[in-house]
């Protein structure tokens, strides 16, 4: 035994397949894998990448944000200065800078309701002016028939008396109208109440100053059996009178 050389040891039985442990030969030859490593220099490009990636997308948002407060600041001032003309009762003027604010920003609620109801209030404003202007202007044109009639010798007495009383009733009427409009209820009142001592008075005054008179009483009679009475008489009056009375002027 001491003269036989061993040259190899086989760890597979005989009966094995040949292919296999041919197989698992070569697989101990083979050379281990070499892991794949990412160069210093590709990561330092990457991470550039991403950084300046970051900084970008962050003076976007930084100049979008700086835009919208500047733009946000100009409302304001605009807002402020409408404020400050409301106060003070210049409407156009409050309009006018509500506007600009609104175009700024012109999805905000709270300027798109402050307009609606500005715009409302001077259009009131403005419907209220022109009753008052006309209102003047009857007043004047009134007392200028009232004065030729006085003084109309040519005129016969029946036809001239029914007209001074046309006249006159109606500038009562219409000046309780005026003091009503500049808003003096109490004045327009006491100019109105003389009205419900005259006869006929169906055919001398129109229906909406009895409509008006009739909402006053309530307000500034103290005597509840007078109220009773002139409110009653009102009504009636109401239901008599005309729209629009057969005055000759």
Same mark, same amino acid.
């Given at each position: 035994m001491y003269l036989v050389v061993i040259e190899s040891v086989d760890f597979f039985d005989k009966d094995e397949n040949v292919a296999t442990?041919?197989?698992?030969?070569?697989?101990?030859?083979?050379?281990? +894998?070499?892991?794949? =490593?990412?160069?210093?220099?590709?990561e330092n490009r990457f991470l550039k990448f991403l950084i300046g990636g970051i900084f970008l997308i962050a003076v976007s948002i930084g100049a979008f944000s700086y835009f919208? !407060?500047?733009? &946000?600041? &100009?409302s304001d001032v605009f807002f402020v200065k409408?404020?400050?003309?409301?106060? &003070?009762?210049m409407l156009d003027s409050a309009f006018h800078n509500l506007q600009?604010?609104?175009?700024?920003? +012109?999805?905000?609620?709270?300027?798109?309701?402050? !307009?609606?109801?500005?715009?409302?209030?001077?259009?009131?404003?403005?419907?209220?002016?022109d009753n008052i202007d006309y209102l003047l202007d009857r007043i004047g044109t009134l007392e200028q028939k009232q004065h030729l009639l006085k003084r109309d010798s040519m005129l016969d007495d029946s036809l001239r008396s029914?007209?001074?009383?046309? =006249?006159?009733?109606?500038? =009562?009427? =219409?000046k309780g109208k005026l003091s009503f409009e500049k808003g003096d209820e109490k004045l327009a009142f006491d100019v109105l109440r003389p009205l419900t001592n005259i006869k006929n008075g169906e055919r001398f005054v129109e229906k909406d100053t009895w409509v008006l008179l009739?909402?006053?009483? +309530?307000?500034?009679?103290?005597?509840?059996?007078?109220?009773?009475?002139?409110?009653?008489?009102?009504?009636?009056?109401?239901?008599?009178?005309?729209?629009?009375t057969d005055s000759p002027f």
């Open positions: 442990k041919k197989h698992y030969l070569e697989e101990e030859k083979k050379p281990a +894998p070499v892991a794949k =490593v990412i160069s210093k220099s590709k919208n !407060l500047k733009e &946000k600041k &100009k409408a404020n400050d003309f409301k106060q &003070k009762n600009k604010a609104y175009e700024i920003e +012109p999805d905000n609620k709270m300027y798109k309701d402050n !307009l609606d109801k500005l715009s409302l209030e001077i259009k009131n404003i403005n419907e209220k002016q029914m007209g001074l009383r046309f =006249v006159k009733y109606e500038l =009562v009427a =219409v009739h909402s006053l009483y +309530p307000t500034f009679e103290k005597s509840d059996s007078i109220l009773k009475a002139k409110t009653q008489f009102c009504k009636n009056m109401i239901e008599l009178s005309p729209q629009k």
